[in-house]
């Protein structure tokens, strides 16, 4: 029911062609004006804080640097000014972390996939952590609505020597307008690289047949809102036994195993809010035993 798929099951998408005469008693998403943005920052890192290299925009992203009472950089943000993502838009973020670079990286606010007709949206991020830079990709959750579609992939390429904490997660129709997601398509995708080596995939993918399946306890069960954390740094052991002991105390479902010298953490809850508040405790907790910038965003909390 949940497939593997390949990287050009992520970035090819065929279709019959339809005669123009036809888009009219069949609309196409392509036929509408679609979002293409891209955001890119590159940070590098001193004895005293980081420093912004490189900035890129393409609207409709834009990248935002709240700085803290004592004007440090602690955390970039990227808005998507558009309010949402429709079948057909594609947004890109590229985030490089250079040497000794510490920071943490979010959104504005959770982001919305809308219903689709035909395409899906697609969502590409990648992420570079360098020789002794820290990164923490953090955004807010994914609200898919009924019969939206998303593709989204994520690549990680790691040095030896780097830490990260990734974290993206899903939800599932809107719980408080009682949506319940009957068709629709989801594809998460995840790449990571060690030293330019592929150390670790894996792809979740939902289509339109298995949504009237997927509250059987073999799939999703009743499972509303789901997420993926990865952790890759020094003292992988301990850190693996902290987030499991972070885990049995968390009110939602949570499960952290080591796989190709990573840290892979999954999260699993009825409803977004609950799956919130998990991943607050745990960043606050992992952040406090850590430390920066690996703790919850201050931007989750605006």
């Not at 035909?118 to 953090?138: E, G, N, Y």
Request: charged share 25%.
């Amino acid at each position: 029911m949940f497939e593997t798929t390949t990287r050009s099951d992520v970035t090819d998408d065929s279709t019959d062609f339809v005669p123009p005469e036809q888009h009219a008693v069949n609309p196409c998403d392509e036929d509408l004006q679609r979002a293409d943005g891209f955001g890119r920052i590159v940070v590098s890192g001193s004895e005293t804080r980081p420093s912004i290299v490189d900035v890129v925009e393409r609207s409709p992203i834009r990248i935002m640097f709240p700085r803290t009472a004592h004007g440090s950089l602690q955390e970039a943000v990227f808005v998507n000014t558009a309010g949402g993502i429709a079948g057909g838009d594609r947004l890109e973020f590229i985030v490089t972390a250079l040497a000794d670079a510490s920071i943490t990286v979010t959104s504005q606010a959770a982001e919305k996939v809308y219903r689709a007709l035909s395409r899906p949206a697609r969502i590409s991020t990648r992420l570079t952590v360098c020789a002794a830079a820290k990164l923490a990709w953090l955004p807010q959750e994914t609200i898919v609505f009924n019969c939206g579609r998303l593709r989204r992939q994520t690549d990680l390429d790691l040095s030896s020597e780097a830490e990260l904490l990734a974290l993206e997660w899903l939800v599932l129709g809107r719980a408080a307008h009682g949506e319940e997601m009957v068709r629709g398509q989801v594809t998460e995708t995840w790449r990571v690289k060690k030293d330019g080596r592929l150390v670790w995939a894996d792809s979740f993918r939902i289509t339109d047949e298995c949504f009237p399946h997927l509250h059987r306890r073999a799939l999703l069960s009743n499972w509303k809102a789901i997420g993926t954390l990865i952790y890759f740094g020094p003292s992988l052991d301990e850190r693996l036994e902290f987030l499991r002991e972070i885990a049995r105390s968390l009110e939602c479902r949570c499960a952290a195993t080591s796989v190709s010298g990573l840290v892979v953490v999954r999260f699993a809850a009825t409803a977004s809010s609950g799956l919130r508040l998990a991943l607050c405790s745990l960043l606050q907790q992992f952040g406090r035993s850590i430390g920066p910038p690996f703790q919850v965003p201050k931007m989750w909390s605006c």
